[in-house]
């Protein structure tokens, strides 16, 4: 009988560029305190965000995709048509389907790419770069986009305490694709069902469609998402460092999910990082975009020289499932 | 069964001379370990060259004539103990309801060695008449109680490094039981000296660190090596709810448990088990009507001893089960060292801040956490999550003496 | 080296403001220890020791008792000290 072939792999990936877009509103604390019974003194103190980005009406999800999608693709060089995948991770483009993904395709000329949405809320984008590493490691794809992008702000209750307040609109992206040397580590991920109803949304919109429920927006239950962020994600950050095969001291940066300011203090004694090691702490002024905090951060951090390419930072994204997923990768 | 609350704080410690400084400088990382630089250390060829020392020197406090008459073990319990009182207002209490339970490990250690010193070099004569009341364990007690007027009872609970915690644990019941309407309770020690540090390196109890004193003291760390000396003294004022509020006094946190049992097990090694522990644990728990999920914070006993840490968990585990991973533990000897006698008095004090800022300090030198001791130590300030939380302390010592405080936040 | 009558008041003034913070010159002679200067035994007793010790003098226990007013001491310190 005749074999069958197989996809020619390829030895190693990295990631060539990134792409970033915010929400064109700079929103402060005092501008939101009032509905939440809160000031920008207790916002800043316990969660470390001064500003949050939103996106007005007329800036869709799918600009901000486009936007940094378009970034990414010419930082990187490559020829759009060569994209063998495009993976969009979010949790508020509007559509059952078809897929964000296979709109952001065609918009960006990636016209012979498969196209796909993944809903890992927090911890979407590391998904994403999993996926493409895989995907460009088997032969798969040549070159995989990922994209990170959220319009949370259509999503959000006003008067919510839990959350709503620390939650912005952006999209990062990023060009995965072959090279001469590993750029991405293995990845460590999982998702912990156990806790899916920590963080969410108030209701389906089937309770909305049937009039049980008011327009479905963001939740959770802040401690224990807290605490397991601290805790368990924490020696998952220590595991994707040993799976990296390096320690700490050699670590670039830390750029992990944007969630809240105190989780990243915790993080930072937890490994004992160095302080050499640079620590994104963009929520301060982007606020928690979920699947697109990371790339947003890691762009920042490249953009104002406080890294260099070539050095290695770990990411770690977690959040709603509860899903989490971290790699060292080497900095484009 | 009177409802007993905590009204006034007071701490000479190696992080601070007060209890609010002390709280601080806990929240902010700092430590309160340094070399030594007495002349005996050299002299005798000490093996562990620091220690934890007070911050604030009890002579830059006394005045000549009070420190002259006390060993500075008192000297330190009268300085934490007026500051407490005044921090609860001067309560106007009968003398016949006002009580002292004021422990101390050792006790005058200093002066029964100075002595011993004159009494060789210089003769019977020489000996100061007020030796014996200085040197006499009852000392610091003593000095609080003649300080303040407390004539329903003047108490010193002595159980090593449990001892100040068993001082508390008495004060909270013997109000409980209607003898005293106001107690002040707590524990000092005074004993960075050349003897105890010599007697404790010779059991190897202590760390030898000698060359990065600050990191010396790490509880749970996978390179602990010995506990840190520690010198100073905390103390509490405690008071029944009615009187309190009857005055409109401050009211820190409810104290609603006081444990002690013993391991009977051997003279200085905790029971790896934890039975005896755990009793103590779940005591407290019992008398505070409190479940194990109610409780939030755990101020551990920690020495940064590599078994003793081990057993303590152990016995954590057995009384919390799967809950444990819900408690925010804090090992604060890291940033003071150990204060033997009081070690569970200072430890209150932190308990009773947390509960009352809602916020767990978090514990340094935690570099590598020891997989054999999974318990959630923050090493940021986190904050509770309920209101009412209930926290303990632990204070276990050398003779298998367990003790332990619950306190709940109002 | 033998103290004059006025060092040894000075000297004895000196040791009771130490244990006691009572003032210097409030220690005259006339002065009774307990009724004047209400110097309680134990400090009396800490004084004798220190006397003992700054005068090069012998105070022997039975003596103690006699010496009830700052004049009773000084005079014999004075008169006994080496």
């Given at each position: 009988m005749k074999q069958l072939k197989e996809s020619a792999p390829v030895a190693h990936s990295r990631i060539y560029a990134l792409g970033a877009a915010r929400g064109s509103n700079i929103v402060t604390n005092d501008e939101i305190a009032g509905p939440i019974d809160s000031s920008d003194e207790w916002i800043r103190q316990r969660t470390g965000v001064i500003t949050r980005v939103r996106a007005p009406e007329d800036q869709s999800l799918m600009d901000l995709a486009v936007e940094a999608s378009k970034e990414a693709i010419e930082a990187s060089g490559i020829d759009p048509a060569e994209i063998g995948a495009v993976i969009l991770a979010t949790i508020s483009f509007p559509y059952q389907t078809p897929s964000g993904a296979s709109l952001l395709s065609e918009l960006v000329g990636a016209h012979s790419a498969a196209a796909y949405d993944i809903s890992a809320a927090c911890a979407g984008y590391c998904y994403g770069i999993a996926q493409a590493d895989a995907m460009v490691r088997s032969g798969l794809a040549k070159y995989v986009l990922v994209v990170g992008a959220e319009k949370l702000s259509d999503f959000l209750s006003p008067t919510d305490r839990t959350i709503s307040f620390l939650l912005g609109d952006g999209a990062g992206a990023a060009i995965v694709g072959p090279s001469d040397h590993p750029g991405i580590a293995q990845t460590v991920w999982g998702a912990d069902g156990a806790n899916w109803d920590k963080v969410g949304m108030t209701d389906s919109i089937l309770d909305f469609r049937d009039g049980k429920a008011q327009w479905p927006t963001l939740v959770q239950e802040g401690q224990p998402v807290f605490r397991w962020a601290v805790w368990e994600m924490s020696k998952v950050a220590k595991q994707a460092l040993e799976a990296a095969g390096i320690e700490a001291s050699d670590l670039s940066a830390l750029v992990t999910h944007q969630a809240n300011m105190r989780i990243i203090d915790e993080f930072v004694k937890q490994l004992a990082l160095p302080e050499s090691v640079v620590v994104a702490r963009d929520i301060a002024e982007t606020g928690n975009t979920s699947a697109a905090s990371i790339p947003l951060a890691m762009h920042r951090l490249l953009k104002e020289n406080q890294v260099q390419p070539g050095g290695y930072a770990l990411q770690i994204g977690f959040g709603a499932g509860l899903a989490f997923a971290a790699q060292v990768v080497e900095l484009p | 069964m009177k409802r007993v609350v905590v009204t006034g704080i007071g701490a000479t410690t190696p992080l601070a001379g007060s209890a609010n400084a002390s709280w601080q400088a806990l929240l902010a990382g700092k430590s309160g370990i340094s070399t030594l630089e007495q002349d005996w250390v050299a002299q005798y060829e000490i093996p562990v060259t620091f220690a934890g020392q007070a911050?604030?020197?009890a002579l830059d406090i006394l005045t000549p004539q009070e420190a002259k008459r006390l060993d500075p073990s008192s000297q330190f319990a009268l300085i934490s103990a007026r500051e407490a009182w005044a921090d609860a207002g001067e309560p106007e209490v009968e003398p016949e309801r006002l009580a002292v339970d004021f422990a101390t490990g050792i006790g005058g250690v200093w002066t029964l060695l100075d002595a011993f010193d004159t009494l060789k070099e210089r003769g019977p004569r020489r000996v100061l008449p007020m030796t014996v009341p200085m040197l006499m364990p009852n000392g610091p007690a003593a000095a609080i109680g003649m300080a303040l007027g407390a004539r329903a009872g003047v108490h010193t609970a002595v159980s090593a490094c449990a001892s100040g915690n068993e001082a508390i644990a008495n004060a909270f019941h013997r109000i409980q039981r209607g003898e005293a309407d106001v107690v002040v309770a707590g524990g000092a020690e005074a004993a960075i000296h050349p003897l105890p540090i010599s007697a404790f390196a010779a059991m190897h109890?202590?760390?030898?660190r000698n060359d990065s004193p600050e990191q010396a003291s790490r509880p749970y760390d996978t390179d602990r090596d010995g506990f840190v000396m520690g010198e100073g003294a905390g103390a509490l004022v405690l008071e029944t709810l009615d009187s309190a509020t009857a005055r409109g006094a401050k009211i820190?946190?409810?104290?609603?448990g006081g444990s002690v049992t013993s391991d009977s097990y051997h003279i200085t090694a905790p029971d790896p088990e934890g039975a005896g522990a755990a009793r103590a644990m779940l005591q407290a728990l019992e008398q505070a009507g409190?479940?194990?999920?109610?409780?939030?914070?755990v101020n551990a006993h920690a020495t940064s001893t590599p078994v003793g840490d081990i057993a303590e968990y152990t016995a954590i585990k057995r009384v919390f089960g799967s809950h444990t991973d819900n408690l925010l533990v804090a090992a604060t000897k890291a940033s003071t060292g150990h204060l033997l006698g009081g070690a569970g008095a200072i430890e209150a004090v932190f308990t009773i801040m947390a509960l009352k800022e809602q916020l767990v300090p978090p514990t340094i030198n935690?570099?590598?956490?020891?997989?054999?001791?999974p318990l959630n130590v923050p090493r940021t300030s986190m904050s509770l999550s309920r209101p009412d939380a209930v926290a303990i302390s632990n204070s276990f010592g050398f003779g298998g003496h367990n003790a332990v405080l619950a306190f709940r936040a109002v | 080296m033998a103290h004059s009558q006025q060092e040894v008041l000075a000297g004895l003034a000196e040791l009771v403001n130490d244990e006691t913070?009572?003032?210097?010159?409030?220690?005259?002679?006339?002065?009774?220890?307990?009724?004047?200067?209400?110097?309680?035994s134990i400090s009396m007793m800490t004084i004798v020791v220190n006397a003992e010790d700054k005068f090069g003098v012998k105070i022997p226990d039975e003596e103690v008792k006699n010496l009830i007013t700052v004049a009773d001491a000084v005079n014999f310190i004075t008169e006994n000290q080496d």
């Open positions: - | 911050k604030i020197s109890a202590l760390s030898k820190y946190c409810e104290i609603v409190a479940s194990i999920e109610d409780v939030e914070h935690l570099d590598n956490q020891d997989p054999n001791i | 913070g009572i003032t210097a010159d409030a220690v005259q002679m006339d002065k009774s220890f307990t009724d004047d200067l209400d110097i309680d």
